[in-house]
Nanobody
Framework: QVQLVESGGGLVQPGGSLSVSCGPS????????MGWYRQAPGKQREFVAA????????AYGDSVKGRFTISRDSTKNTMTLQMNSLEVGDTAVYYC?????????????WGQGTQVTVSS
């Protein structure tokens, strides 16, 4: 079974920066696409950013464009979301998501989530 390992997150003041990273714990998992979603209390899960593994092409939600940058390290099979100019409204649990294949099967996997809190 494929699992994702998330790291980073925490507490930061408005205007600050933070990064979160994610990667599969399973060696040999072939990644097609990875991304981040977030969910704030009382709100629906929201798309943040995603990156296509082979091309490196990225996409962003409107609320984070120009402030967040997603990148990948293909040699380590890890993805990082660099978050700059953070706002109170960015406070949420951030979930890593990966689409890929392993052992002849396709997977759509979610991480357990990491808390990002933006507060003064």
């Amino acid at each position: 079974q494929v699992q994702l390992v998330e790291s980073g997150g925490g507490l930061v003041q408005p205007g600050g920066s933070l990064s979160v990273s994610c990667g599969p714990s399973t060696i040999g998992f072939s990644i097609y696409r990875m991304g981040w979603y977030r969910q704030a209390p009382g709100k629906q899960r929201e798309f943040v950013a995603a990156i296509t593994w082979s091309s490196g092409i990225s996409a962003y939600g409107d609320s984070v464009k120009g402030r967040f940058t997603i990148s990948r390290d293909s040699t380590k099979n890890t993805m990082t979301l660099q978050m700059n100019s953070l706002e109170v409204g960015d406070t949420a649990v951030y979930y890593c998501n990966a689409n890929g294949a392993y052992g002849g099967r396709s997977y759509d996997v979610w991480g357990q989530g990491t808390q990002v809190t933006v507060s003064s």
